[in-house]
């Protein structure tokens, strides 16, 4: 049981991790996308 949730800690943390760096990532486009007038935005990429 104890390695159990030891392993789920574990994998907690590589996807925090990974989300983490993700967002890191995207924070310049998604800051573009927000600084953008709407009609710049491509039609159906608010979908």
Do not use: N
Request: glycine content about 2%; aromatic content about 2%.
């Amino acid at each position: 049981m104890r390695a159990k949730r030891e392993a789920d800690e574990a994998e907690y943390e590589r996807i925090s991790q990974a989300l983490d760096e993700a967002t890191e990532k995207a924070k310049p486009e998604v800051a573009r996308i927000l600084d953008m007038p709407l009609a710049d935005i491509p039609a159906g990429a608010l979908d």
